[in-house]
């Protein structure tokens, strides 16, 4: 046993730090024992008899014994998606942060630029941060390691960038609330938030499992606007009638303060109370504008559209402004001005609307671009024309 411990020692000192050790010394660690650490390859040397090593072997064990400086390793946040380099990560999932070793408990925890409310806990040689709620969609965070070196006086940071909010979930609220014709179901076992806040964002991110299904007695090219994940009329025209109900200003986008009041309508299930609604203008003969309401047509009258001159522009367009009242003034194709009382006004498209106009008939282009009403017709309709609707002209 003693011939196979000198071998392997032996051959362990050549061309290393140790061959410089004496032949005596080198017997003399025959029984002595030969450590490798984990993450440092060192050498410990443990006596088993009365002989000591040389001063020159003692220096180069403790240069070998010696710890590497305490070191960051890694940031990880959950990545949703990456592109040109960039990482977009989930604003509500935890933040791992990785050194090179076990963390001690005088080191520092790392630190989050900008704040938020939450728990660090430590765990071997990681840091793990979970956010009581986490970060809105869009919000450039940076995680800042100290008490890094050999002297504890290094630190290091690593940034990143919190994704978009999902459109998916985007339409799930809306559809939930009551803005869309569809209705959406849960998939069995998945997680739908309720009134955590916390949970609402995180579905924000990372939306559960369901399927949308669309409500009857709607007209069928309804359904031609509408495309699951994706940006579209349908949620064009639910959001300008959200922000409408939330006193937003309407715009028909989903920006950052529309989001913020989206996940707290969803945690508190505030509904639209109003319906939904749709409109078509037909430039057919004769003109008409018909109106369909909570799966069923309610309205149908004769209409005026635009002259040719000043035709009323094909399209499908949200309501974004109501009046019940307003002197509706502007420049006739002549040249020559006007200023007209007009009731029950309901903007879809830029300076045209939906309105009570006196006129000897209807059924026929007369207007400047507006889809005209008589009186009677124009008060029924407007309540039918929320903020939101939808109205196509064709």
Known sequence: ????????????????????LSRKTVAWAAGAVLAVGGGTAGIVIATQGGGQPTAGGTAAVAAAAKPPPFDLVSVS???????????AV????????TYNQPI???????????????????????????????????????????????????????????????????????????????????????AVPGPSAAAQLAAAYAPPAGTFQ?????????????????????????????????ELPIDG???????????????????????????????????????????????????NTGIPAAPTADGTFPVYEKLPFQIMSGTNPDGSHYADPVEWVSYFDGGDAVHYFDRGSYGWPQSLGCVELPYSAAKQAYP???????????
């Open 104 to 190: 001690p408990a005088s080191a520092p925890l790392p630190t989050l630029s900008p704040a938020t409310a939450g728990t660090w806990r430590r765990s071997g040689d990681v840091a793990i941060f979970t956010p009581a709620q986490g970060y809105p969609a869009g919000t450039h965070v940076t995680v800042t390691a100290a008490g890094l070196g050999d002297s504890r006086s290094r630190s290091e940071s690593s940034s990143f960038k919190t994704a978009s909010y999902s459109t998916v979930r985007l339409q799930e609220i809306l559809a939930q609330l009551g803005y869309l014709p569809l209705t959406w179901t849960p998939a069995a076992g998945a």
């Open 253 to 303: 986008a989903a920006g950052a303060t529309v989001w913020n009041a989206l996940l707290a309508a969803a945690a508190k299930d505030h509904r639209n109370t109003h319906g939904y609604s749709y409109a078509i203008a037909s430039k057919g003969s004769p003109e008409r504008l018909t109106i369909w309401h909570n799966s069923k047509q309610v309205f149908s009258s004769l209409a």
């Open 214 to 246: 669309w409500k009857g007695g709607y007209p069928a090219q309804l359904r031609s606007f509408w495309s699951q994940g994706e940006a579209n009329t349908l949620d064009r025209g639910a959001i300008t009638g959200f922000e409408a109900d939330h």
């Open 77 to 87: 946040p959950v990545a949703l998606s990456q592109t040109a380099g960039a990482r």
């Open 90 to 97: 989930d604003g509500a999932g935890t933040i791992v942060v």
């Open 1 to 20: 046993m003693d011939r196979v411990w000198h071998s392997s020692i032996t051959q362990g000192y050549e061309g290393s730090t140790l061959s410089s």
């Open 384 to 394: 039918y024309l929320p903020y939101g609707t939808l109205v196509t002209v064709e």
